[in-house]
């Protein structure tokens, strides 16, 4: 079967960190362009991150930059964000999205995971 | 960056009614060398993730049913829904990906049943 599913979210104290996962099956992982777009509650979508298949170009929104890490393993058909100075702004539905597209970046995102929550609070 | 913007925020249709999203560009998403708008709708139902609709603005995603339909070109968008079935009641998000990163969404369309 053809999916994304996150993992790693949670309840964490601003200023800590935390690291997302997203695995892969049922396609060919390193043939695309990876992407974290995250969904505050009850708010709209937001990138976050991208990479290229091969790790070689990587892009963050000015929201995280800085304070996120995007990475990902073909070996193992995983995504990651390491979160770190996490911020009350930053609880939100975290979403891997597989980019469709022959670019760095690929275009459209046509495969998405259900989410993983983080709550930044104290 | 390219700032997207939907109108309106809101609407309710009866069943059976079309149903007309717009969605605007702060610069044209129309690239010249293949004349293809870099634009792309997306439905997300309540408690699930987004679910792609129509890319190049106006091709239908494997799948979606053809009551839905894209249009426009450079900066203004349109995606139609034919004739709104209960099973159409989502937000609707347009997205750019001409420009990136960062790739930008619309605020979102809700749509309800009248």
């Known amino acids: 079967e053809v999916q994304l599913v996150e993992s790693g979210g949670g309840l964490v104290q601003p200023g800590r960190s935390l690291r997302l996962s997203c695995a892969a099956s049922?396609?060919?992982?390193?043939?695309?362009?990876m992407h974290w777009v995250r969904q505050a509650p009850g708010k709209g979508l937001e990138w976050v991150s991208g990479?290229?298949?091969?790790?070689?170009?990587?892009g963050y929104a000015d929201s995280v930059k800085g304070r996120f890490t995007i990475s990902r393993d073909n070996a193992k058909n995983s995504l990651y964000l390491q979160m770190n100075s996490l911020r009350a702004e930053d609880t939100a539905l975290y979403y891997c999205?597989?980019?469709?597209?022959?670019?760095?970046?690929?275009?459209?995102?046509?495969?998405w995971g259900r989410g993983t929550l983080v709550t930044v609070s104290s | 960056d390219i700032v997207m913007t939907q109108s309106p925020d809101s609407l309710a249709v009866s069943l059976g009614e079309r149903a007309t999203i717009n969605c605007k560009s702060s610069?044209?998403?129309?690239?010249?060398?293949?004349?293809?708008?870099?634009l792309a709708w997306y439905q997300q139902k309540p408690g699930q993730p987004p679910k792609l609709l129509i890319y190049?603005?106006?091709t239908r995603e494997s799948g979606v049913p053809d009551r839905f339909s894209g249009s426009g070109s450079g900066t203004d968008f349109t995606l139609t829904i034919s004739s709104l079935q209960a099973e159409d009641v989502a937000v609707y998000y347009c997205?750019?990906?001409?420009?990136?990163?960062?790739?930008?969404f619309g605020p979102g369309t809700k749509v309800d049943i009248k």
């Open positions: 999205a597989k980019a469709l597209g022959g670019t760095t970046w690929g275009w459209y995102f046509d495969l």
């Open positions: 049922g396609f060919t992982f390193d043939d695309y362009a």
């Open positions: 990479i290229s298949w091969n790790s070689g170009s990587i």
């Open positions: 610069q044209s998403v129309l690239y010249s060398s293949n004349n293809k708008n870099y």
């Open positions: 190049w603005a106006s």
């Open positions: 997205q750019q990906y001409y420009s990136t990163p960062p790739f930008t």
